[in-house]
């Protein structure tokens, strides 16, 4: 079974960047397609990126332009580099399985000056 861990989220300036990582455990992770998902409070859970096993990605177009998704399938981690935040980017952030439906916990990014 896949587990997911969220990390890298803090604090950040609006204009500024953060880069979120999803580590995996359990095997075959490279198979999968991961998804990136973001909830800020009082709205609903939102899906930022997706990237396929082989590395293919598609973004909202909300953060198209300014978020990049990878993959190291050797190291099991899937990471989002988003640049140029804005305050409408505070949330926390998810990443996703979706073919086994598995979830992490989360990790929070504030965009504040």
């Known amino acids: 079974q896949v587990q997911l861990v969220e990390s890298g989220g803090g604090l950040v300036q609006p204009g500024g960047s953060l880069s979120l990582s999803c580590a995996a455990s359990?095997?075959?992770?490279?198979?999968?397609?991961v998804a990136w998902y973001r909830q800020a409070p009082g709205k609903q859970r939102e899906l930022v990126a997706i990237?396929?096993?082989?590395?293919?990605?598609n973004y909202a177009n909300s953060v198209k332009g300014r978020f990049t998704c990878s993959r190291d399938n050797v190291r099991s981690t899937v990471y989002l580099q988003m640049n140029s935040l804005k305050p409408e980017d505070a949330a926390v952030y998810y990443c996703?399985?979706?073919?086994?439906?598995?979830w992490g916990l989360g990790t929070l990014v504030t965009v504040s000056s």
């Open positions: 359990g095997s075959m992770f490279s198979i999968y397609a």
């Open positions: 996703n399985v979706p073919t086994l439906n598995v």
């Open positions: 990237i396929a096993s082989y590395g293919n990605t």
